[in-house]
């Protein structure tokens, strides 16, 4: 590398470091410096063509991501309780190893700080403890089985995790957020709305907002699934639900119940406030 102010020396790049030992019958390949006036300066030729690849890698992601945005959650709502936390999939083996229970409950300590910090520390050690030469892996037995039983370990944990969620799902009767959110997205391109965006729906106005069975719905609740105006919560929403469903298949739903997420309010609410709610829901409208 250049000293001083000597304006004939310059940073000269060699090619990989990982040069293997000289063989008579394999000679080493010659560097640049082997062909006078064609040497290559590190300061600025090779780290612009460096940072030439990480611009082409950068545009890259940020066309991936115009071209498919990343979609939004629905708001939180403490008041749902059917549903069922998801992490990314790439925490997935961690969430998956807080739920045993030595890494969980009076052991919580050791699996959200004791368990990573020592795979963190040990990757951040790994330079200063492994100092041998060798590069093959299976000549390095420790550092290849320690690699390759945290990677099985990762992907099991990735995989029972994915499982318990989708046994959950189905055993609960909810449709999971992704899915109900790629529904709602391809009927609104159907319709020529474009891209679905929770939050940016227009919400149909109430129809009949003081007629009695509205006063039935909050009596039995149904705003802490459905939204104090009906906009949709937890549950769907019941605004304009008339252009959906028939009175009769409100009627069915309203007595019978459907999967985990609804239930019957047969008993809880008598027949005629039953049938005056389903039909109040029936002539929920969208205006023309």
């Given amino acids: 590398m250049a000293h001083g102010h000597q304006s004939k020396e310059k940073v000269v790049f060699v090619g990989d470091s990982r040069i293997r030992k000289p063989n008579p019958n394999k000679p080493a390949p010659p560097d640049y410096t082997a062909y006078p006036g064609k040497s ?13 690849a990480g611009v082409v890698v950068l545009v890259g992601f940020l066309a991936l991501t115009i071209a498919e945005p990343a979609p939004l959650g629905y708001p939180a709502d403490p008041l749902n309780g059917s549903f069922i936390p998801m992490p990314d999939w790439y925490f997935l083996f961690i969430y998956q190893l807080l739920k045993y229970p030595y890494t969980s409950e009076h052991f919580i300590v050791l699996g959200t700080i004791g368990l990573p910090g020592i795979l963190f520390g040990a990757l951040f050690l790994a330079p200063f403890l492994d100092t041998g030469k060798e590069r093959r ?7 290849s089985s320690l690699m390759l039983v945290t ?12 499982h318990h969620y989708t046994k959950e799902v189905e055993a609960s009767g909810v449709v999971p957020e992704h899915i109900e959110r790629e529904e709602k997205n391809r009927e609104s391109i ?3 709305k474009g891209r679905f965006i929770p939050g940016k729906v227009k919400v149909p106005a109430l129809v009949k907002p003081e007629d009695e069975a509205f006063s039935v719905t909050m009596k039995a609740q149904c705003i802490a ?3 104090t105006d009906l906009e949709g919560q937890a549950g769907p929403m019941l605004a304009g639900i008339g252009d ?11 007595t019978n119940g459907k999967g985990e997420g609804m239930p019957s309010f047969k008993g809880q609410l008598s027949d005629a406030e039953i049938e005056k709610v389903a039909t109040w829901l029936s002539e929920q409208k969208a205006a023309e």
């Fill in 151 to 162: 990677l099985v370990a990762s992907v099991y944990l990735t995989w029972v995790s994915w």
């Fill in 225 to 227: 699934c459905h939204g």
């Fill in 244 to 254: 959906k469903l028939s009175k009769e298949e409100i009627l069915n739903t309203i």
């Fill in 190 to 192: 159907e319709a020529g």
């Fill in 40 to 52: 290559e300066a590190f300061i600025p030729n090779f780290l612009l063509k460096e940072w030439m």
């Fill in 137 to 143: 892996f299976y000549r390095r037995p420790i550092a």
